[in-house]
């Protein structure tokens, strides 16, 4: 309550305290812009004054040559209007006359017509009937009409009415300037009482969020210049080509429009269109300019903005448009040219100051869930196709071994974390497995290997490209040699599908079977023959003591060799616990990169004979693929 309370204050203060914040976020913008300008003319000799005179005067005189230049287009273009009237004239004429009898337009004019008589027919009735019997006519005198004429203004009077609305502009527009002037020849002032008043206790932080927040706005502006510039000099081009009156108008009309978010292009356009329907007498002009506004949107969207926009300003589409209804609202028309400035302020300050955390949670654009808790979310929300879209978004840039590593093992490690804590039920823990599980499944055919990159078979490399090559093992490997099962939960059954998958891109043969055909019931009737590799998954860290005991479960049916994954555990940590040693495992890791590599070092071996001496040589040699 009492930041919403300090919230409501701050905005009845920017509201009614307007007629001074205006001017003063004008002011700091402008500076923003200018100040670049200003450095570099002091970088060649110029002292600061001189330097900031002449920026401030340039750019304000280029300021008022442009409204100037707009002033007298839009003077040309009102006196060139009733030239007009005829052609639209015209127009509505063909349309009537192209509409068949009984058509739409005359079944509208009819219907148009008929209720205006129906609304006009009682007050005739009123009018033109007389006296009623037993009524007396009224006999009183008509009123005299009277009609006032104002006498004719005097001199100070038609002054003060062409003055006075021009007062209000140009005070404010004084008030910048000083405010520029200043701010820019004490720029540095300002900014250590700012840090000051505002992070006295944390320098560097407070520091590095006015860089940020001045680079950003900065870069933002000019590249919002050039943009328009881009935007604004081909529609006035392609309206001379196609006729258009007054094309140098709607291409400065353009380039000013397009400082407000989203819909000042709309607007721009909508004037040549108005304009061209008066011009020309047919529609091929109309046709023209829509064609025209529409090929440089989209060329300005997708090519000439993200090449130079970048993440200049870090903000989120829906956080630009709220942003431009907020500041409409609070400044009027003013607020909606400074809205994604003022906006890129609040988010800088949210990204460097905790308090102000929650700006840049609601405005920002750098996504608030880290792919790991997104693809839990997912998963929790019963939702693994979408995962499945982020997944391959993920691997147009990257592996699929580095997703499984880095994203869905992670994000499995979490909700065994929230299985632990007791925060997550039954239920809710087999709807998570059973959609990484449906996850796992969508991505088996998931293409991303190019044959060049297919060759790779050496472990080192495939440890330093994170590449799961593509080999050919011998007929043994092929036939389901390894048998990857999860140790005791739905969870370790997710990540052992994960692990499968990963060993039959590298051609290999994988069986899976669950957690439950490992137990002490169904062990015995799990078919072994034939497997040189049991491969153990374990999401849980703390499953050191069932992993033990599982391994000498497996070892009294088999001798093939142990891998034990403990996909949750950090390397720091499983090194200090010395895993192989605590589970009596051939092997022990905890990255799917790891546990591919062993299986590689294992492949080229497939010709030899298999025994149990492979098992206890192999055992102890903790350097092979042991954390």
């Known amino acids: 309550m ?17 007629d001074i914040f205006v001017p003063l976020a004008l002011a700091v913008l402008l500076s923003f812009a200018l100040a670049p300008v200003v450095s570099w003319l002091r970088r060649h000799g110029l002292p600061r004054a001189p330097a ?26 009102g006196e060139n209007l009733p030239r007009y009237q005829s052609t639209i004239e015209e127009k509505i004429r063909s349309l009537r006359s192209s509409a068949t009898e009984g058509g739409l337009f ?9 209720l205006s008589n129906e609304l006009e027919r009682p007050a005739e009735t009123t009018a033109t009937s007389g006296p009623t019997p037993g009524e007396q006519k009224d006999v009183r005198p008509q009123p005299i009409p009277v009609q006032i004429q104002q006498p004719d203004p005097k001199p100070l009077q038609l002054l003060q009415s062409v003055i006075g609305p021009l007062i209000e502009p140009l005070a404010t527009g004084g008030i910048v300037i000083v ?20 992070g006295g206790g944390d320098l560097h932080r407070t520091t590095q969020a ?58 721009a356009a909508i004037f040549p269109l108005a304009l061209s329907i008066a011009v020309d007498p047919g529609w091929t002009m109309l046709l023209w300019t829509a064609a025209l506004f529409i090929v440089l949107e989209l060329l300005s969207n997708n090519i000439v903005e993200p090449w130079l926009y970048g993440s200049s300003t870090g903000l989120s589409p829906v956080a630009i448009i709220a942003a431009a209804i907020f500041w409409t609202w609070l400044w009027g028309p003013v607020g909606l040219l400074l809205s994604t400035p003022l906006t890129v302020c609040l988010v800088v300050l949210g ?91 969508n991505l088996s055919d998931y293409e991303e290997l190019d044959p060049e990159d297919a060759q790779r078979t050496d472990a080192a490399e495939l440890r330093a490209n994170q590449l799961p090559p593509r080999i050919e093992p011998g007929p043994d490997w092929r036939e389901r040699p390894i048998l990857s099962a999860g140790g005791r939960g739905n969870l370790d059954d997710a990540a052992s599908a994960i692990l499968a998958q990963l060993f039959e891109r590298c051609g290999v043969g994988v069986r899976t079977v669950p957690f439950t055909a490992m137990s002490f019931t169904n062990y015995a009737s799990l078919e072994l023959e034939g497997v040189r590799l049991v491969c153990l998954s374990y999401m849980n860290s703390d499953s050191l003591a069932h992993a033990r005991y599982l391994v000498r479960r497996v070892r009294r049916r088999t001798n093939a060799l142990i ?41 080229p071996r497939a010709a030899e004979p298999f025994d149990g001496a492979q098992v206890s040589d192999q055992s102890q040699e903790p350097a092979t693929g042991a954390t």
């Open 106 to 114: 005359e079944r509208a004019s009819k219907v148009l017509r008929e």
């Open 2 to 18: 009492e930041r919403l309370a300090v919230l409501v204050v701050v905005v009845a203060a920017l509201y009614f305290g307007r």
């Open 563 to 603: 891998l034990v994954g403990f996909w949750s555990l950090e390397p720091e940590e499983a090194a200090q616990r010395d895993l192989v040693k605590a589970t009596r495992a051939d092997f022990c890791v905890t990255t799917l990169a790891e546990a591919l590599a062993v299986v590689l070092d294992m492949v």
């Open 210 to 267: 006015l860089g940020e927040a001045g680079q950003r706005v900065a870069k933002y502006l000019l590249m919002q210049v050039v943009v328009n510039a881009t935007y604004g000099i081909p529609v006035g081009i392609g309206l001379w080509l196609i006729g258009i009156p007054n094309p140098l108008l709607w291409g400065m009309l353009a380039m000013v429009l397009r400082f407000v978010p989203y819909v000042g292009p709309v607007i």
């Open 179 to 198: 405010f520029v002037v200043f701010m820019l020849l004490q720029r540095e002032d300002l900014r250590d009482r700012f840090i000051r008043l505002v």
């Open 351 to 441: 990204r460097h100051v905790p308090q102000f955390s929650f700006l840049d949670v609601l405005l920002g654009s750098e996504p608030v869930l880290t792919p790991q808790e997104s693809l839990y979310q997912r998963l929790l929300a019963g939702d693994p196709d979408e995962a499945t879209e982020r997944a391959e978004e993920f691997l147009e840039e990257d592996t699929l071994l580095s997703y499984f590593d880095e994203v869905a093992i992670p994000a499995l490690a979490l909700v065994e974390h929230d299985r632990a804590r007791g925060v997550l039920d039954d239920e809710q823990r087999a709807l998570v497995a059973a959609g990484a599980l449906t996850l796992v499944d």
């Open 52 to 77: 900031v005179i002449t920026v401030v005067v340039l750019a304000f005189l280029s300021i008022s040559a442009f409204g100037a230049l707009i002033a007298g287009q839009v003077t040309q273009l």
